[in-house]
Structures are given as structure tokens and as C-alpha cells.
């Protein structure tokens, strides 16, 4: 285990209660089990944010983790489509979703537990506004504070033989739109079962452009994708009038391009 994880025993010492905020992803996951073994099951819960951009299977995964961790699980149901900054989808809407979502969270939550999540020090040389509402509020961050990688966090799942080890990134499906787009649930969960076509290709993305579906994928499979017929009626049965193949690949962040 990399010793910088010891820098969170320190950071934590002083909190016997611990709400981790998670996803199911792999840095909510390794923080999850990391505070188990440092403060014991019983004094931590996971705390999952139902929202419409999180998928089913997601959600499932959640309760999965939690149960195999032996961890209190909560699933608090939050209507993030009640933001408008993230139903049209501004710049900014990242703040204004995690400030939303965490309040939610404090709100709802035994005061005596002290609240973190997973992000994590790579994280912070990316456009992240909602760190903004994570600082304002007083949610602490142990990887980005500690200065713990991606890379270290994948090494960490990867010696404890956490299910999560080689599970792509997967941010929130807003970032499947293009910016000052009207979002819907409709379309969010459109996007969604497009996506989900799209596993069998690897790591990829399907960025909706209004009526335009762009497929981000690994340019090993371009040959592959392109006589993918089946594919690519699947997309347009979905509704989307165009079907186009970004020719730089998948491309993490894409939509940040032009800030």
C-alpha cells in the first residue's frame, strides 16, 4: 500500500463518524474501503445521491459494494433537474449540482458524521467547479488534500482486490452534452442506452450535439465501428437524426475543449 493513504489516518484522526460519499466509481470505492479499515464498519456509512445521472446498473453497483463491504448503505433520492444551471446545461453547472447535492446530504444526515468523497489530486488540474461548492461547504476531499493519485488508487484496488480495479472512469452523464444545451431526463436517459451499445467497443462516450450522436472510441476500433450497421441504427432508432465518429478517439473531458 502506498504510504501516502497513511496521510488520511492523520487528516481523520479526529472524526470517530465518517459519511463517504459514494458513486461506486473507483475513488469513491477505495476511500470507502480504506476508512472501513481504519475506523471499523460500524462507524461508516455510504451515502449514494439517486439521481437521474447516475444509470441503473450504477446504482445497483452501489448497493453491491456497500453489501460486500459490510457498510450502512443510503440512497437519498436528489432531483438534480431542479437546478437550472444543469438543465441547460451552463459552464458552471458542476458547482451549483455538487452544492445542491451535498446540502441535500447535510440536510438529511446524523450531524456526528463527518462527510468526504473521492476526488482526487490528478483531479485537480482538470476543470472541476464543483470543487468550489466542496470547499465552500466544508466537504473534505483525503485524496486531493493528501496528494494521492489516480494511479496510486488504482494500485490500491488492484492489492486488495477490489471489483472496481479496472473499471473505466465514469463521469456524470451531463458531460455527455454539449454546453447551453437544454437537458431532460428524456434525454439523459437516451443517452444512457446509447451508451451502453457503446461497451462492447471499450472505453467510450456518446456526445449529444441536439439531434447529432458523436461517438468517442479507442482508434483501434474505427474499422470495427464503421461496419457496425446494426449499431448504427440502434442509435438512430433512439432518435438521433446523425450518427458520427470522432476521428481523435475517446477523449476524457472533450466537451471542456474550448475552456
Not at 441547460?88 to 446530504?105: A, S, V
Not at 488534500?145 to 494500485?155: N, Y
Not at 443517452?191 to 471499450?202: N, R, S, W
Amino acid at each position: 500500500m502506498n504510504i501516502n493513504f497513511k496521510k488520511i489516518d492523520e487528516l481523520l484522526k479526529n472524526q470517530p463518524k465518517i459519511a463517504v460519499a459514494f458513486s461506486g466509481g473507483v475513488d469513491s470505492t477505495v476511500l470507502l474501503h480504506y476508512i472501513i479499515s481504519i475506523k471499523g464498519a460500524e462507524n461508516v456509512i455510504a451515502l449514494t445521491a439517486h439521481t437521474v445521472l447516475l444509470t441503473t446498473e450504477e446504482i445497483a453497483q452501489t448497493a453491491e459494494i456497500a453489501k460486500e463491504f459490510g457498510v450502512e448503505h443510503i440512497l437519498l433520492p436528489v432531483d438534480v433537474l431542479k437546478i437550472e444551471q444543469l438543465r441547460n446545461n451552463h459552464k458552471d453547472r458542476c458547482y451549483h449540482c455538487k452544492k445542491f447535492i451535498f446540502n441535500t446530504i447535510i440536510d438529511n444526515i446524523n450531524k456526528e458524521y463527518y462527510i468526504v468523497e473521492g476526488t482526487n489530486f490528478d483531479d485537480l488540474d482538470a476543470y472541476r467547479p464543483g470543487y468550489s461548492a466542496l470547499q465552500e461547504l466544508e466537504i473534505i476531499s483525503p485524496f486531493a488534500i493528501c496528494k494521492i493519485t489516480k494511479k496510486e488508487i488504482r494500485e490500491y484496488a488492484e492489492i486488495n482486490n477490489l471489483s472496481v480495479a479496472q473499471k473505466p472512469s465514469t463521469p456524470c452523464f451531463a458531460t455527455r452534452f454539449e454546453y447551453n444545451s437544454h437537458i431532460s431526463e428524456k434525454e439523459i436517459i437516451r443517452a444512457q442506452k446509447g451508451e451502453e451499445l457503446l461497451k462492447k467497443y471499450g472505453q467510450s462516450r456518446l456526445r449529444i450535439h441536439g439531434k447529432i450522436a458523436r461517438i468517442e472510441i479507442d482508434q483501434q476500433y474505427f474499422s470495427q465501428i464503421i461496419h457496425d450497421f446494426e449499431l448504427i441504427k440502434s442509435l438512430r432508432d433512439l432518435g438521433y437524426l446523425y450518427v458520427t465518429l470522432d476521428l481523435e478517439g475517446f477523449l476524457s473531458g472533450s466537451m471542456d475543449k474550448n475552456i
